[in-house]
């Protein structure tokens, strides 16, 4: 079983920077890889970056690309996402999810609670 936490969202100016954080617990965690998602009102949700923790590889849509970056801490099991020049078409609930190496929410068998980025113009 694998529990996340996802924090840092907030509200914040087109332009601006937020770090969120995603905090993994489990024995097995180790062994996932992690994504980032986010899902702005009527729309559905959308791969935004991925790490695996084995080695460390990352992907990134082609919307957040230049912009995010993923990383992980090994030690104290977290999974960031870097977040500068951000925009108004940024803002959705941001969820971190646990699962095999993929793009698609099918993949990913954990998930977190989301936490909100609001990105005023």
């Known amino acids: 079983q694998v529990q996340l936490v996802e924090s840092g969202g907030g509200l914040v100016q087109a332009g601006g920077s937020l770090r969120l954080s995603c905090a993994a617990s489990?024995?097995?965690?180790?062994?996932?890889?992690v994504g980032w998602f986010r899902q702005s009102s009527g729309k559905e949700r959308e791969f935004v970056a991925r790490?695996?923790?084995?080695?460390?590889?990352?992907n990134h849509a082609d919307s957040v690309k230049g912009r995010f970056t993923i990383s992980r801490d090994n030690a104290k099991k977290i999974v960031y996402l870097q977040m500068n020049s951000l925009k108004p078409e940024d803002t959705a609930v941001y969820y971190c999810?646990?699962?095999?190496?993929?793009?698609?929410?099918?993949?990913?068998?954990?998930w977190g609670q989301g936490t909100q980025v609001t990105v005023s113009s």
């Open positions: 489990g024995r097995t965690v180790s062994t996932y890889a």
């Open positions: 999810a646990a699962g095999g190496w993929g793009t698609t929410m099918s993949v990913y068998a954990y």
């Open positions: 790490i695996r923790w084995s080695d460390g590889r990352t």
